[in-house]
């Protein structure tokens, strides 16, 4: 079955950290961009960072530059989203798809796979 699958969502307090992980199976990850968006509660999907397929292109929404960390490791077919001192506005489900390299938001057609999303709640 081809699909990617995210994990590391939870409840933390303000300041904490979480790891997100995006898996993929049947299908080599390495050879596409992972982008992470999340969908906050009344608000627009946003992208929140992206990595090319070999890793060394990065990007960041400003609101997570020099806390979100995004990662790869294409040996284990799986893409992570390091996030550290969170905030309360960081609440919301939290979804990777592999496809092109971008960190817009864009018609959902462009990427290849997309993942069911995990919820990410900041609070204490």
């Known amino acids: 079955q081809l699909q990617l699958v995210e994990s590391g969502g939870g409840l933390v307090q303000p300041g904490g950290s979480l790891r997100l992980s995006c898996a993929a199976s049947?299908?080599?990850?390495?050879?596409?961009?992972i982008n992470w968006f999340r969908q906050i509660p009344g608000k627009e999907r946003e992208g929140v960072s992206c990595?090319?397929?070999?890793?060394?292109?990065?990007n960041y929404t400003d609101s997570v530059k020099g806390r979100f960390t995004i990662s790869r490791d294409n040996a284990k077919n799986t893409a992570y989203l390091q996030m550290n001192n969170l905030k309360p506005e960081d609440t919301g489900v939290y979804y990777c798809?592999?496809?092109?390299?971008?960190?817009?938001?864009?018609?959902?057609?462009?990427?290849?796979?997309w993942g069911q999303g995990t919820q990410v709640t900041v609070s204490s």
């Open positions: 798809a592999a496809g092109p390299y971008s960190l817009s938001v864009l018609p959902r057609y462009r990427y290849d796979y």
């Open positions: 049947g299908f080599r990850l390495g050879i596409y961009a």
């Open positions: 990595i090319s397929a070999s890793g060394y292109r990065t």
